[in-house]
Structure formats: C-alpha cells, structure tokens
C-alpha cells in the first residue's frame, strides 16, 4: 500500500505563511483524488481541500481564498499553501489519497499563535 509522509508544519504567527509538502511512495499517485484534512484538538477531521488527476481543486469555506492546494504528478508530491494563518487553523494536518484507495499520512502539527 502507497506510503504518505507530510512535512512543513510548525509554528506560525497569525497572518503568517506556511507550505505543507506530501510525498507518495509509489506511482498510485497519479492517477489518485488527493485531499489534505486537518483535526483540531476537540473536533473531528475535516476534508479542508481536494484535487483531482487533472488539477481540479474544491475548498473548505474555511479556508477558500487562503489556501491552496497543488501537485505534481511527476515528483509524486501534493502541497498546501496556506496562507493569511489563523489560530482557528491550528491543527494536525493530515495528507491523504481519496480514491482509488483511501491512505492517510501520519499528519504534521500546524500551531497558529502569537
């Protein structure tokens, strides 16, 4: 089964920036619907952003406009801009392959505070 390792969390001030990288272990990466979720402490996972084989992306209204979800078939890797961070957006983001097979990463801790 395809392996998910996402990197780039961290601590960010309000307004600030972060990118958040995952790579794929295998080519399933190409032809998958990726997707970054996120939890934060007391709620329940969310779907935040999604993308298709052919860039087709959809947002959270939570985060459209702020973030941005992109791919790179070719080096088997997604990311996630983020940008304009705050604190309700401190949480563990977790990379995951929506179909055809459903595989999360172990998730990277985004902590938006002053």
């Known amino acids: 089964q395809v392996q998910l390792v996402e990197s780039g969390g961290g601590l960010v001030q309000p307004g600030g920036s972060l990118t958040l990288s995952c790579v794929a272990s295998?080519?399933?990466?190409?032809?998958?619907?990726m997707g970054w979720y996120r939890q934060a402490p007391g709620k329940q996972r969310e779907l935040i952003a999604s993308?298709?084989?052919?860039?087709?992306?959809n947002y959270a209204d939570a985060v459209k406009g702020r973030f941005t979800i992109s791919r790179h078939n070719a080096r088997n890797t997604m990311w996630l801009r983020m940008n304009t961070l705050k604190p309700e957006d401190t949480a563990v983001y977790y990379c995951?392959?929506?179909?055809?097979?459903?595989?999360w990463g172990r998730g990277t801790q985004v902590t938006v505070s002053a």
């Open positions: 295998d080519d399933s990466f190409v032809l998958a619907i």
């Open positions: 995951a392959m929506i179909a055809p097979q459903n595989t």
């Open positions: 993308i298709t084989t052919d860039d087709l992306t």
